[in-house]
């Protein structure tokens, strides 16, 4: 069996019935526009007239449909399956060539209409991103295109337009006259095709139910089946901007956003809030906070005070939501910021969540506004009816410092974090702060599958990030690009959200990466290099169908992401070569200027897209943010350096930060630390100018076994000196007491160089990690061992974090011992390491940012060395407060993108096994590092590089 919806350029009618819903009618619209675009060939509606007919298309919505028990009976079909069930449809391709589809309510009929441009290959993205869907000739469905969806894994998903000045904005009102009926029209549709079914609108300088215009914004979103709701501050079906239209000293509402002194103007205030749009589909937001998003009493009140205020206010709406509205009205109240503190009480206060006020009232959570959850529902708590939602961010207004600009969210961080909110039970509603949501289509597309198909994304599936990447970029442009182009736009997507993900551009400084220490500086850069590079080549080969769809998806986010930690990046060059004296300080100053105007540039090319389309969208800042807002955004420093007026060289060791020029009285001695890694036969030492002129040099070499790259030179910016050495032809290693090896000699100074040796260790370890100069470093997936236990196992999370990947126990939601003597229950990895001398050393271990996950809880895993008694660690210091900027931790640990655990352990000399075991949900190593006490581990972004293994 076959339908045919277009061939030889006629396409089957889409029949509907009198009474069908006008959302589904919309829809049926936008579809036969997708067919058009497809096909060249635009379908007609046509009214059902009581028989079926061949090579039609049958919409029907069950419960406010004859035509489907009809088109049913006569074909067969079973429809009872679809009966109660939540935004399910029926894809048939039926006996006579026709398409059924049915839909168990408005929603899954839209949704299973959308599924028709699903499978012609059209993308959720095909009017917001531009994505052009790929031309064909003909559109035939066979039998096994037939289908019967699921039921939406959380019950409501949906995203929250904020913080949209000045991009959105701007954007809204030069195209769309503000935020009216005409732009939301294009956001509902956008979040329908993402099988999403609920909205918090834009509210800064914006009154969703008021700039319709009228109530045309509410009117239309409850046509298309989008459940409307406001944000954590907004209660009762009013706007935050509502307030300040109507409040006054000779208003009936009264002048004051006080329930203690303007109670009957507040109430007055949400009664007409609740008649006005209550005969919408909503969720209400019940509760309050201070005005813009403020405290409602005060610093001065008392955690009691606030509790029976809130009490006795939430009891005061719920009766006027059944007084005007009805029973079983769906509400929510956002335990955000200080009302989570409200909720639980503390020890001498009872909080809300004792009190029976809130039955039936969905609890909407919050991570730390940085995508780290927090206080999640314990087992006692999932019991709750009403159930929980989840507020996430991909977008942040606020301390310790703002991002609001391209996707900074990474999708092997929001897989984990959202996936440990299913799995304690956070199910009923998902929301997702998409800031002006250009930008933010890749997350979003993740975040609502994830919502509406746990099964097939989620916890179950360790690679989901990677697997839906490349599923996103085939959806994308699998209708235009070859394999080969696919593949590049995964490795750039992939590329440029961790790199955002390590350091969100707007949080990134000068000295965020050293610019010199493990040559972390100089990778980055290679890393953006190469980026920016396979993004300008792939730009060359886009179709010009696809250009738009590829700047606004791809090139704009990815380039602007590069320039912007290149200009850093060259920022803390020019301060570190500046104190220096090196004259290359000014070509970083000039590479700084060209970054600043590059990204002008880019942003003005953004604009000028399709004719303006997207004109404003650009606008956030994202460079330098010096407070949690924008006012004193500035672009980094630049030091310009006045040269020398006699020859001057500077030497350095590669991936040190002393600098010598040679001169008589500092008598510095540049000491190259590199071979003490016994793999290591061949380092760098770098020259810089420091005069106006070329200065020559050459090398004088003391030691045979000593090979300088080059004997002699002339410098005046930067050079890199290869020197290699010859291991087997050193005779003495114990009584070389050398002052230094070789001299970088030259006009004015002689640099005495002096290279640290080591031999190689006797009988290595297979898999062991070698200790150099005091210190070594292993990335988490590197162990020798997992041993899982009858409880979990740890699962390596390929990608995840700042370097390589992340190791976590399964399940996520167990707390794996308590005690410290339960610890060997738990499961465990064993890392195997070889240090030269016994001693006391300091275990860095690097985990992922965690909060408590439960109020009150704590983080914390466990530890042994050389099977000695573990130790339980805890993460958390005392006082520590997730989501507080007051909190030096957890702003720091936002704003770096880890948590940094250490521990003293003792170690022997030689081999040592370190055992570390799986404690409490929220632990997730990235990586470990030993530093021998006494040793002083240099300031870098990511840490000591993984060292070698001695069999490597």
Same mark, same amino acid.
């Given at each position: 069996?076959?339908?045919?919806?277009?061939?030889?350029?006629?396409?089957?009618?889409?029949?509907?019935?009198?009474?069908?819903?006008?959302?589904?009618?919309?829809?049926?619209?936008?579809?036969?526009?997708?067919?058009?675009?497809?096909?060249?060939?635009?379908?007609?509606?046509?009214?059902?007239?009581?028989?079926?007919?061949?090579?039609?298309?049958?919409?029907?919505?069950?419960?406010?449909?004859?035509?489907?028990?009809?088109?049913?009976?006569?074909?067969?079909?079973?429809?009872?399956?679809?009966?109660?069930?939540?935004?399910?449809?029926?894809?048939?391709?039926?006996?006579?060539?026709?398409?059924?589809?049915?839909?168990?309510?408005?929603?899954?009929?839209?949704?299973?209409?959308?599924?028709?441009?699903?499978?012609?290959?059209?993308?959720?993205?095909?009017?917001?991103?531009?994505?052009?869907?790929?031309?064909?000739?003909?559109?035939?469905?066979?039998?096994?295109?037939?289908?019967?969806?699921?039921?939406?894994?959380?019950?409501?998903?949906?995203?929250?337009?904020?913080?949209?000045?000045?991009?959105?904005?701007?954007?809204?009102?030069?195209?769309?006259?503000?935020?009216?009926?005409?732009?939301?029209?294009?956001?509902?549709?956008?979040?329908?095709?993402?099988?999403?079914?609920?909205?918090?609108?834009?509210?800064?300088?914006?009154?969703?139910?008021?700039?319709?215009?009228?109530?045309?914004?509410?009117?239309?979103?409850?046509?298309?089946?989008?459940?409307?709701?406001?944000?954590?501050?907004?209660?009762?079906?009013?706007?935050?901007?509502?307030?300040?239209?109507?409040?006054?000293?000779?208003?009936?509402?009264?002048?004051?956003?006080?329930?203690?002194?303007?109670?009957?103007?507040?109430?007055?205030?949400?009664?007409?809030?609740?008649?006005?749009?209550?005969?919408?589909?909503?969720?209400?937001?019940?509760?309050?906070?201070?005005? &813009?998003?403020?405290?409602?009493?005060?610093?001065?009140?008392?955690?009691?005070?606030?509790?029976?205020?809130?009490?006795?206010?939430?009891?005061?709406?719920?009766?006027?939501?059944?007084?005007?509205?009805?029973?079983?009205?769906?509400?929510?109240?956002?335990?955000?910021?200080?009302?989570?503190?409200?909720?639980?009480?503390?020890?001498?206060?009872?909080?809300?969540?004792?009190?029976?006020?809130?039955?039936?009232?969905?609890?909407?959570?919050?991570?730390?506004?940085?995508?780290?959850?927090?206080?999640?529902?314990?087992?006692?708590?999932?019991?709750?009816?009403?159930?929980?939602?989840?507020?996430?961010?991909?977008?942040?207004?606020?301390?310790?410092?703002?991002?609001?600009?391209?996707?900074?969210?990474?999708?092997?961080?929001?897989?984990?974090?959202?996936?440990?909110?299913?799995?304690?039970?956070?199910?009923?509603?998902?929301?997702?702060?998409?800031?002006?949501?250009?930008?933010?289509?890749?997350?979003?597309?993740?975040?609502?599958?994830?919502?509406?198909?746990?099964?097939?994304?989620?916890?179950?599936?360790?690679?989901?990030?990677?697997?839906?990447?490349?599923?996103?970029?085939?959806?994308?442009?699998?209708?235009?690009?070859?394999?080969?182009?696919?593949?590049?736009?995964?490795?750039?997507?992939?590329?440029?959200?961790?790199?955002?993900?390590?350091?969100?551009?707007?949080?990134?400084?000068?000295?965020?990466?050293?610019?010199?220490?493990?040559?972390?500086?100089?990778?980055?850069?290679?890393?953006?290099?190469?980026?920016?590079?396979?993004?300008?080549?792939?730009?060359?080969?886009?179709?010009?169908?696809?250009?738009?769809?590829?700047?606004?998806?791809?090139?704009?986010?990815?380039?602007?992401?590069?320039?912007?930690?290149?200009?850093?990046?060259?920022?803390?060059?020019?301060?570190?070569?500046?104190?220096?004296?090196?004259?290359?300080?000014?070509?970083?100053?000039?590479?700084?200027?060209?970054?600043?105007?590059?990204?002008?540039?880019?942003?003005?090319?953004?604009?000028?897209?399709?004719?303006?389309?997207?004109?404003?969208?650009?606008?956030?800042?994202?460079?330098?943010?010096?407070?949690?807002?924008?006012?004193?955004?500035?672009?980094?420093?630049?030091?310009?350096?006045?040269?020398?007026?006699?020859?001057?060289?500077?030497?350095?060791?590669?991936?040190?930060?002393?600098?010598?020029?040679?001169?008589?009285?500092?008598?510095?001695?540049?000491?190259?630390?590199?071979?003490?890694?016994?793999?290591?036969?061949?380092?760098?030492?770098?020259?810089?100018?420091?005069?106006?002129?070329?200065?020559?040099?050459?090398?004088?070499?003391?030691?045979?076994?000593?090979?300088?790259?080059?004997?002699?030179?002339?410098?005046?910016?930067?050079?890199?000196?290869?020197?290699?050495?010859?291991?087997?032809?050193?005779?003495?290693?114990?009584?070389?007491?050398?002052?230094?090896?070789?001299?970088?000699?030259?006009?004015?100074?002689?640099?005495?160089?002096?290279?640290?040796?080591?031999?190689?260790?006797?009988?290595?370890?297979?898999?062991?990690?070698?200790?150099?100069?005091?210190?070594?470093?292993?990335?988490?997936?590197?162990?020798?061992?997992?041993?899982?236990?009858?409880?979990?196992?740890?699962?390596?999370?390929?990608?995840?974090?700042?370097?390589?990947?992340?190791?976590?126990?399964?399940?996520?939601?167990?707390?794996?011992?308590?005690?410290?003597?339960?610890?060997?229950?738990?499961?465990?990895?064993?890392?195997?390491?070889?240090?030269?001398?016994?001693?006391?050393?300091?275990?860095?271990?690097?985990?992922?940012?965690?909060?408590?996950?439960?109020?009150?809880?704590?983080?914390?895993?466990?530890?042994?060395?050389?099977?000695?008694?573990?130790?339980?660690?805890?993460?958390?210091?005392?006082?520590?407060?997730?989501?507080?900027?007051?909190?030096?931790?957890?702003?720091?640990?936002?704003?770096?993108?880890? &948590?940094?655990?250490?521990?003293?352990?003792?170690?022997?000399?030689?081999?040592?096994?370190?055992?570390?075991?799986?404690?409490?949900?929220?632990?997730?190593?990235?990586?470990?590092?030993?530093?021998?006490?006494?040793?002083?581990?240099?300031?870098?972004?990511?840490?000591?590089?993984?060292?070698?293994?001695?069999?490597?």
């Amino acid at each position: 069996m076959e339908a045919i919806l277009v061939k030889d350029q006629k396409a089957a009618a889409f029949v509907m019935e009198d009474g069908t819903f006008e959302g589904v009618y919309r829809i049926t619209e936008k579809v036969c526009g997708d067919v058009e675009q497809v096909t060249g060939v635009r379908p007609k509606i046509i009214k059902w007239q009581g028989e079926l007919q061949p090579a039609q298309v049958y919409v029907a919505t069950l419960g406010n449909s004859e035509m489907s028990e009809a088109i049913a009976e006569e074909e067969g079909i079973e429809l009872s399956s679809l009966c109660g069930k939540r935004e399910c449809f029926l894809f048939q391709v039926l006996k006579n060539g026709s398409l059924l589809i049915a839909g168990s309510d408005k929603r899954g009929t839209i949704y299973g209409l959308f599924h028709i441009s699903e499978l012609m290959g059209v993308s959720p993205f095909v009017h917001f991103a531009d994505v052009v869907p790929a031309p064909q000739k003909e559109i035939i469905f066979s039998e096994k295109d037939s289908m019967q969806s699921k039921e939406p894994s959380v019950k409501y998903r949906g995203f929250f337009i904020n913080d949209e000045w000045p991009a959105f904005g701007n954007w809204t009102f030069s195209h769309y006259g503000g935020f009216t009926a005409e732009m939301y029209d294009l956001i509902f549709e956008t979040l329908l095709r993402l099988k999403g079914n609920y909205l918090w609108p834009a509210m800064w300088t914006s009154s969703f139910s008021l700039d319709g215009p009228g109530e045309e914004n509410a009117r239309l979103a409850d046509c298309y089946g989008i459940v409307m709701s406001n944000s954590h501050h907004e209660p009762c079906l009013r706007h935050s901007e509502e307030w300040d239209l109507v409040r006054g000293e000779d208003s009936v509402y009264g002048n004051e956003w006080s329930y203690l002194t303007n109670r009957e103007g507040l109430i007055r205030y949400w009664r007409d809030g609740l008649l006005r749009s209550g005969k919408y589909e909503n969720i209400i937001t019940i509760g309050m906070r201070g005005e &813009r998003d403020s405290l409602m009493l005060g610093e001065d009140a008392s955690l009691e005070q606030n509790i029976s205020l809130l009490k006795e206010i939430i009891t005061e709406q719920r009766k006027l939501i059944r007084e005007c509205v009805g029973e079983n009205e769906p509400e929510m109240l956002a335990l955000y910021k200080e009302v989570e503190a409200y909720y639980y009480g503390d020890e001498t206060t009872p909080g809300l969540n004792d009190w029976d006020g809130l039955d039936g009232v969905t609890l909407m959570l919050c991570e730390d506004n940085y995508g780290n959850m927090r206080t999640l529902p314990t087992e006692e708590m999932r019991s709750h009816r009403g159930g929980f939602g989840m507020y996430y961010h991909f977008d942040y207004h606020g301390s310790p410092v703002s991002y609001e600009w391209v996707n900074s969210s990474y999708l092997p961080k929001i897989w984990d974090q959202m996936t440990m909110a299913y799995d304690f039970g956070v199910r009923d509603i998902w929301i997702v702060n998409v800031g002006d949501l250009k930008f933010q289509e890749y997350p979003l597309s993740f975040f609502m599958d994830l919502a509406y198909d746990y099964e097939k994304w989620g916890s179950n599936r360790i690679h989901a990030p990677q697997d839906y990447l490349a599923y996103w970029v085939k959806r994308e442009f699998g209708g235009w690009f070859y394999e080969a182009q696919q593949d590049a736009v995964y490795r750039i997507m992939q590329q440029y959200t961790k790199m955002n993900h390590n350091c969100k551009p707007e949080a990134m400084r000068a000295d965020t990466y050293h610019p010199v220490h493990f040559g972390e500086a100089d990778k980055r850069q290679k890393e953006n290099e190469r980026l920016e590079a396979e993004t300008e080549k792939l730009l060359s080969s886009v179709p010009e169908e696809m250009l738009p769809a590829f700047w606004e998806l791809v090139y704009y986010p990815a380039m602007g992401s590069a320039n912007a930690s290149d200009m850093q990046l060259y920022a803390g060059k020019n301060s570190f070569f500046a104190k220096m004296g090196a004259v290359c300080a000014n070509d970083y100053a000039e590479k700084i200027k060209a970054c600043i105007e590059k990204d002008r540039l880019l942003t003005e090319r953004f604009h000028q897209l399709l004719d303006g389309k997207w004109d404003g969208m650009a606008l956030s800042e994202h460079i330098g943010f010096v407070n949690w807002n924008d006012e004193e955004c500035r672009y980094p420093l630049m030091t310009f350096i006045e040269p020398a007026n006699k020859p001057r060289i500077f030497a350095m060791s590669e991936g040190g930060d002393v600098c010598t020029a040679g001169g008589d009285w500092t008598k510095k001695l540049i000491v190259m630390r590199q071979f003490l890694d016994p793999a290591v036969s061949e380092a760098s030492l770098l020259l810089f100018g420091g005069s106006k002129e070329k200065v020559p040099y050459h090398i004088e070499c003391k030691s045979p076994w000593v090979l300088p790259g080059k004997m002699q030179g002339v410098t005046d910016r930067e050079e890199v000196l290869t020197v290699q050495i010859k291991r087997d032809e050193i005779t003495d290693w114990e009584n070389d007491h050398r002052t230094y090896d070789f001299e970088v000699c030259y006009e004015g100074g002689r640099i005495p160089v002096k290279i640290l040796l080591e031999k190689d260790l006797p009988g290595c370890l297979a898999e062991a990690f070698y200790e150099t100069d005091g210190m070594l470093s292993v990335e988490a997936e590197h162990f020798i061992c997992n041993e899982k236990a009858d409880a979990g196992a740890f699962y390596v999370l390929p990608e995840y974090g700042k370097t390589l990947s992340g190791v976590k126990a399964y399940p996520q939601t167990k707390t794996f011992f308590e005690m410290a003597e339960q610890i060997r229950q738990a499961p465990k990895l064993t890392y195997q390491i070889y240090v030269r001398e016994a001693g006391e050393y300091e275990m860095i271990c690097y985990t992922a940012p965690a909060n408590p996950v439960c109020q009150g809880g704590s983080v914390y895993f466990g530890c042994a060395v050389n099977g000695n008694a573990p130790q339980k660690i805890e993460m958390i210091p005392d006082g520590y407060r997730s989501g507080e900027p007051s909190c030096a931790e957890w702003a720091k640990m936002v704003v770096d993108q880890i &948590r940094v655990v250490r521990v003293q352990v003792t170690l022997q000399s030689g081999e040592n096994e370190i055992g570390i075991y799986a404690g409490t949900p929220g632990f997730l190593l990235e990586k470990l590092t030993f530093v021998r006490k006494g040793k002083h581990l240099p300031e870098s972004g990511l840490g000591l590089p993984e060292t070698r293994r001695t069999n490597r």
